[in-house]
């Protein structure tokens, strides 16, 4: 019993730390964030060659990195799973706050809508589910993208309680040396 109720208190303490979301101009807004999956991304960055002509393209190197396979590691899912057997009462916690690392794109959108992030349901994958093409990219590119300066590296930000920013208007986003058009991601352009 004294154990269900220290992991109810790691939990909610956990919990407390939700992240805002804030626009560009730093004022913050109920809105929903505009996050892209990988795959808008790596039409641009890939086939990107340094003056030695080694291929520096981030999408191939980012595919297979933890980061992007945070969603799909089955130890992990397993981990999630033996919590909520383990401690029913507490699962709509536990998949919420797991959801924060592993899926942040689909537990941001539900925290906006004042939902919990959800994990299973969301598994298993299925590539001809488009719903859960989001939960499976991981962290994606433009979670990260879009992790504001704004209280970053102070206590409140770490596990997930970092300031999501809105995608980067033109102007904003810094050019990128790269000979590719962005128009294919719906918030993503260059600037020059």
């Known amino acids: 019993m004294r154990g269900k ?6 939990l909610l303490g956990m919990l407390s730390a939700w992240p805002r979301l804030a626009v560009g101009d730093g004022k913050h807004v109920e809105a929903k964030p505009s996050f892209q ?3 808008r991304c790596l039409a641009c960055h890939n086939g990107i060659l340094s003056p030695t002509g080694e291929d520096v393209s981030i999408g191939f190197a980012w595919r297979a990195s933890i980061m992007a396979n945070s969603s799909r590691d089955p130890y992990w899912q397993g981990s999630v799973r033996r919590e909520s057997i383990d401690h029913p009462e507490s699962q709509a ?3 919420d706050e797991c959801s924060v690392c592993h899926m942040p794109i689909p537990r941001y959108e539900a925290k906006v809508e004042g939902r919990k992030g959800q994990i299973f349901s969301h598994l298993p994958f299925d590539t001809d589910n488009k719903e859960n093409a989001k939960a499976e990219d991981g962290v994606t ?3 990260c993208h879009q992790i504001s300066k704004e209280k970053l590296g102070t206590r409140e930000s770490f596990n997930g309680g970092f300031v999501v920013a809105a995608p980067a208007t033109k102007g ?3 050019i990128e040396p790269v000979s590719c058009s962005m128009a294919s991601g719906r918030s ?5």
């Not at 993503?188 to 020059?192: A, E, G, N, Q």
Request: proline residues 0%; charged residues 30%; glycine residues 0%.
């Open 188 to 192: 993503f352009r260059r600037t020059k």
């Open 172 to 174: 904003e986003r810094a």
């Open 93 to 95: 916690a536990i998949e």
């Open 141 to 143: 590119c433009s979670v």
């Open 37 to 39: 999956t990988s795959d």
């Open 5 to 10: 109720i220290a992991l109810a208190a790691v």
